[in-house]
């Protein structure tokens, strides 16, 4: 397995150097892992004192990963435009094609990062929990072509639900609601 992104000594979560040594296959237990990835991101976040979501791999050919390390950071950079997915994509910098890519977040994407999947033409989008802020914007997906596999893992779910009860002020501006 080979890593293209930058900073690859940096600060990142153990489950990231369990991927260096594995030969990953597809699959139902991959999608797993790599949500682990997505969810060490999302706590990451969390620490930051943002928003708990983790977009954190883009993997390529089943194996490869090109992104990591994406995860939002709306407040930390006070850029409403950072959100987890988009962080992920400009991490992985231009890597000319996306067709043969998966991008794994903690929650379904918004219409922004909807829409940053369907203009580069990833073909699937594989999510961890909480699919219901955005539910329109995974029919848009569908409808687009774009493969949607909804994990709907409880802790991830939870996660979000106690930071949207801790911080609804937030929340509400993250996804346009104010």
Known sequence: MRFIAAGEDSLYPPVLSTLRVMRVTSGGDDDRLYMQAA???????????GIPIGGAVLVRDGGVILSRGGHNRRVQ???PLMHAEINCIRNAGRIGRYGNTVLYSTLMPCYL???????FGIPK????GE?????GAEDFLREKGVRVVDLNL???TEMMAGYIERHADI???????L
């Open 131 to 135: 699919s219901a802020s955005f539910a």
């Open 171 to 177: 929340w509400n501006e993250d996804i346009g609601a």
């Open 113 to 119: 990062c909807a829409g940053a999947v369907v203009q």
């Open 39 to 49: 969810t060490e991101e999302a706590k990451l976040s969390l620490n930051e004192g």
């Open 125 to 128: 989008v594989v999510v961890g």
């Open 154 to 156: 409880p802790g991830l």
């Open 77 to 79: 950079d006070d850029d």
